[in-house]
């Protein structure tokens, strides 16, 4: 029986809108960021895990058992090839900050975090579908779906259905996922009169810079802990060049003194 489009998947479900968002990255990214403006999408098939973006036979065989066909080479190659034209930019959903997350992104000096909302991701990169001269162009927000990929698998009945997983070892991440994809289109046998997708190689870019109102993304950043004495300032400064002044900047909480001490502190 096909999937009710009134039904959504897992992955489509939300957290509510209060629900805040971390992105964790360089203090050379955030200046980045401030002076393109935008976010940058990482290609999917460029990202570090080759688990991402992937489906498993057991995705051929549930597409057969829901919708009552096989599915075809060409969907096959289709399914492949999606990722290469598919850009991912990726959030952690969590109350606070994450211990874990600044122990990977604080490796070296100079790590910061932004938070967010749910809300104010939707706002600023709300789902479109929609054709684009030779392009059609889709965004979405999806929850990834932490599984087992020998024992569940991943939806094909969706073009964005296999980056919306990731394997159980990266749990600790919770992460929310902005997915653009780009696919071209343009006249195929099939359809003479008509456009269909058409597969080709790979963009040369590494990725895309889509652009973002910043004052309504950025609810607050984070410095990491044991961050050096100058930075908080060299940070606040350079928000109100930018224009987000009024945004609050601070030393992660992860750097405060309990109350009572251990003994012979």
Not at 175 to 197: C, F, H, M, N
Request: net charge negative; with cysteine; charged share 25%.
């Amino acid at each position: 029986m096909a999937h009710s489009d009134k039904e959504p998947r897992p992955y489509e479900v939300l957290p509510g809108p209060e629900t805040a968002v971390w992105r964790y990255l360089s203090l050379v990214k955030l200046l980045a960021l401030f002076r393109a403006n935008a976010l940058f999408f990482c290609r999917a098939d460029l990202l570090a895990d080759t688990f991402e973006g992937t489906f498993t036979e057991g995705s051929l065989r549930e597409h057969a058992k829901e919708w009552g066909t096989e599915y075809p080479d060409d969907l096959v190659r289709m399914a492949k090839w999606v990722p290469c034209r598919s850009f991912v930019n990726c959030w952690h959903a969590s109350d606070g900050e994450s211990a874990a997350l600044w122990r990977i992104y604080a490796a070296s000096e100079g790590a910061v975090a932004i938070r967010s909302t749910i809300g104010a991701l939707q706002k600023v990169f709300p789902e479109t579908l929609e054709s684009q001269e030779n392009l059609i162009v889709s965004q979405d927000i999806r929850c990834v779906q932490y599984i087992d990929y020998r024992t569940a698998h991943p939806c094909l009945n969706d073009l964005a259905g296999p980056l919306c997983y990731k394997r159980r070892a990266f749990t600790f991440e919770e992460e929310v996922r902005l997915i653009r994809q780009e696919l071209p289109t343009g006249p195929s046998k099939d359809r003479p009169s008509g456009k269909a997708i058409l597969m080709g190689p790979p963009p040369k870019e590494t990725g895309r810079e889509i652009s973002a109102d910043l004052d309504t993304l950025i609810g607050a950043i984070y410095l990491a802990p044991s961050s050096p004495a100058w930075m908080l300032p060299v940070v606040r400064e350079t928000m109100k060049r930018f224009g987000l002044g009024g945004k609050d900047c601070r030393q992660s909480s992860l750097d405060e003194l309990p109350e009572i001490g251990r003994l012979g502190a």
